[in-house]
Antibody, heavy 120, light 110 residues
């Protein structure tokens, strides 16, 4: 059974960089059939797609976040990572990683999510 | 990219059918058959219920169905059950090779 687990600091100071890791178990992140992505959800609000990465390293980002986001893949560790710089309180959210089957544009497996609060 | 438009809330009684709409543009919903629907219970991760407009992943009851007409996609739940009470989110592939979500709809089972 495929499992995704997000990890990282739960509190980040304004203007600093938010860094999260998503560890994948029960399957290979090097699958040519899947993309791996990050989605976030501010408290009480809807979902927002942040971006996706392919095992080759190709990335796709939300235009509204593109200037601040980096998503990367580490096939040796079966992990993907998210870095979001210059954070503000508006970046406070639950951050999810998810698997997308190529060609479906749908997240079929999701991590449990991790709350990141931006505050001094 | 602008978020897709969903009603903030819908409600129905057990056994009834409800439909949730998701309106976008020709650059997303109307341009591609890549609309997905997710169910999210409080404090839980979203669960994929419908993909590619009308396909159901294994294990999703056939009470859940999806459709699309023009720039509007719809999720219909028939034979409403208490456990269907949740938030529902739609998403679509876009012409920019990105995803866009709707604002989410809270379903209340009366």
């Amino acid at each position: 059974q495929l499992q995704l687990q997000e990890s990282g600091p739960g509190l980040v100071k304004p203007s600093e960089t938010l860094s999260l890791t998503c560890s994948v178990s029960g399957g290979s992140i090097s699958s040519s059939s899947h993309y791996w992505g990050w989605i976030r959800q501010p408290p009480g609000k809807g979902l927002e797609w942040i971006g996706s990465v392919y095992y080759s390293g190709s990335t796709y980002y939300n235009p509204s976040l593109k200037s601040r986001v980096t998503i990367s893949v580490d096939t040796s560790k079966n992990q993907i990572s998210l870095k979001l710089n210059s954070v503000t309180a508006a970046d406070t959210a639950v951050y999810y990683c998810a698997r997308e089957t190529a060609g479906s544009a749908a997240g079929d497996y999701w991590g449990q999510g991790t709350l990141v609060t931006v505050s001094s | 990219q602008s978020a897709l438009t969903q009603p903030a809330s819908v409600s129905g009684s057990p056994g009834q059918s409800i439909t949730i709409s998701c309106t976008g543009t020709s650059s997303d919903v109307g341009g591609y058959n890549y609309v997905s629907w997710y169910q999210q219970h409080p404090g839980k991760a979203p669960k994929l219920m419908i993909y590619e407009v009308s396909k159901r992943p294994s294990g999703v009851p056939d009470r859940f169905s999806g459709s699309k007409s023009g720039n509007t996609a719809s999720l219909t739940i028939s034979g409403l059950q208490a456990e269907d009470e949740a938030d529902y989110h739609c998403s679509s592939y876009t012409s920019s090779n990105t995803w866009v979500f709707g604002g989410g709809t809270k379903l209340t089972v009366l």
